[in-house]
């Protein structure tokens, strides 16, 4: 069964630094690799989407790269803002989504 | 913009209701899903569907049914609600999960008393 694991649980940096969250998962035979914002008390907004034969996607200050035969993927977050601040979960596609329990992110002023 | 639109932000209910949580897409996706999150336990699949009338189970059917009469809406039903389903419930769309991302509604908190 598809594990997912996402390290660190939560994250609080200042202002303007550049970041990693990091998404592990057990089976690499996946159809890809979504990544997703969730503010609180609301529903989750997709950021990027990573085809299985894709090695990154990138969106303005957010880039996403997979390696699937480590079960690794990681979502890089450019020059943060306090307007990133938000839980980001990241979910792999088997036969159905598995999500990982997510990085809480807090970014200072 | 995909819009899911979930009829109610919060919900209460008594148990031993049946209690019905309405989900509605315009964008033509032929998939809808059903989840729930808590915390410590994630997002968890309930139900899916990927055609009009079709449905499939995730990894916590129990206590819950689905129904699927018209290509936008996707209804979850709590056939006889208990406080164990106190929960925040997420539905969302694809036209294709497989190669397409999945666009999520709101949610529904629901409290059962």
């Known amino acids: 069964k598809q594990e997912v694991t996402q390290i660190p649980a939560a994250l609080s940096v200042p202002e303007g630094e550049n970041l990693v969250l990091n998404c592990s998962f057990t089976d690499s035979a996946i159809y890809n690799l979504q990544w997703f914002r969730q503010d609180p008390g609301k529903g989750l907004t997709s950021l990027l989407l990573?085809?299985?034969?894709?090695r990154e996607q990138t969106s303005g200050r957010l880039n996403a790269s997979l390696d699937k035969s480590s079960g690794r993927s990681t979502l890089y977050i450019a020059a943060s803002q306090p307007g990133d601040s938000a839980t980001y979960l990241c979910a792999v596609n088997g036969n159905m989504l598995t999500f990982g329990g997510g990085t809480r992110l807090m970014v200072k002023p | 913009d995909v819009k899911v639109t979930q009829s109610s932000r919060y919900l209460v209910k008594r148990t031993g209701e049946k209690v019905f949580l309405e989900c509605v897409q315009d964008m033509d996706h032929e998939n809808m899903f059903w989840y729930r999150q808590d915390p410590g336990l994630g997002l968890r699949l309930i139900y899916f569907?990927?055609?009009?009338?079709?449905?499939e189970k995730g990894d916590i059917p129990e206590g819950y049914s689905v129904s699927r009469e018209k290509k936008e809406r996707f209804s979850l039903i709590l056939e006889s609600a208990s406080t164990n389903q106190t929960s925040m419930y997420l539905c969302?769309?694809?036209?294709?999960?497989?190669?397409?991302?999945?666009?999520f509604g709101d949610g529904t908190r629901l409290s059962i008393l």
């Open positions: 990573i085809q299985s034969s894709q």
């Open positions: 969302a769309s694809s036209p294709n999960p497989f190669y397409q991302p999945q666009h």
């Open positions: 569907s990927y055609d009009v009338k079709m449905k």
